[in-house]
Nanobody, 119 residues
Framework: QVQVAESGGGLVQAGGSLRLSCTATGRPLSVNTMAWYRQAPGKEREFVAGIYSNGQTKYADFVKGRFTISRNNVWNNVKNTVHLQMNSLEPEDTAVYYC?????????WGQGTQVTVSS
């Protein structure tokens, strides 16, 4: 069973930066991708950024050039951590950000971390 823990959310002014972190632990892990999603009040959850086992990254169009996803290490079967560096934040980025860990036997989600951007 995998445990997914997010951290790094908070309140920031428009134009500011935040760095989110997500750690997946378990034994064994078999991670294919780790990704960030977000959900704003009254809206559906949407994809933000993801990183694959080969290190390739993918971004939603609305964050390209502002957000960067990275990882601490090549995936291993015990503990994996990814980060989401968010720059030039806008009030529209306000949402709960969730980490998704996709393994061979299915996805797991963290509890989410709140990001609030004030204008």
């Amino acid at each position: 069973q995998v445990q997914v823990a997010e951290s790094g959310g908070g309140l920031v002014q428009a134009g500011g930066s935040l760095r989110l972190s997500c750690t997946a632990t378990g034994r064994p892990l078999s991670v294919n991708t780790m990704a960030w999603y977000r959900q704003a009040p009254g809206k559906e959850r949407e994809f933000v950024a993801g990183i694959y086992s080969n290190g390739q990254t993918k971004y939603a169009d609305f964050v390209k050039g502002r957000f960067t996803i990275s990882r601490n290490n090549v995936w291993n079967n015990v503990k994996n951590t990814v980060h989401l560096q968010m720059n030039s934040l806008e009030p529209e980025d306000t949402a709960v950000y969730y980490c998704n860990v996709n393994q061979a036997w299915g996805p797991s989600w963290g509890q989410g971390t709140q990001v609030t951007v004030s204008s």
